[in-house]
């Protein structure tokens, strides 16, 4: 599976951005997806995941209430839409995949996903 995700860039605080990641090279919708971020000298940190038909998603606290993760399987597409940007939202996000992904108990960690699309920077200013 390739992914490739784009959306990011600069954007002032309380702003919004919609990130996408495309998909290729597996059937789409015979995964689950996520997104997962990492801002300098931290550790990657997981954001929201969706099922493999979009019927359940999950959201870390950081993002509940703001953020809004959802796919178009006719697309090979998974979105993240970004409300109420903070400065603390800096970091380049990844969207994700795994073979065996589920949104089971271990969902928010990154060894559950075997792709990574490259990252998109986002910056949110004060």
């Known amino acids: 599976v390739q992914l490739q995700a784009s959306g990011g860039g600069l954007v002032q605080a309380g702003g919004s951005l919609r990130l996408s990641c495309s998909a290729s090279g597996s059937t789409f919708s015979d995964y689950a997806m996520g997104w997962f971020r990492q801002a300098p000298g931290k550790e990657r940190e997981y954001v929201a995941c969706i099922s493999r038909s979009g019927g359940a998603t999950d959201y870390a606290d950081s993002g509940k209430g703001r953020f809004v993760i959802s796919r178009d399987n006719t697309k090979n597409t998974v979105y993240l839409q970004k409300n109420g940007l903070t400065p603390e939202d800096t970091a380049i996000y990844y969207c994700?995949?795994?073979?065996?992904?589920?949104?089971?108990?271990?969902?928010?960690?990154?060894?559950?996903?075997?792709?990574w699309g490259q990252g998109t920077q986002v910056t949110v200013s004060s």
């Open positions: 994700a995949t795994g073979e065996m992904f589920r949104l089971g108990p271990d969902k928010d960690k990154p060894l559950e996903y075997d792709y």
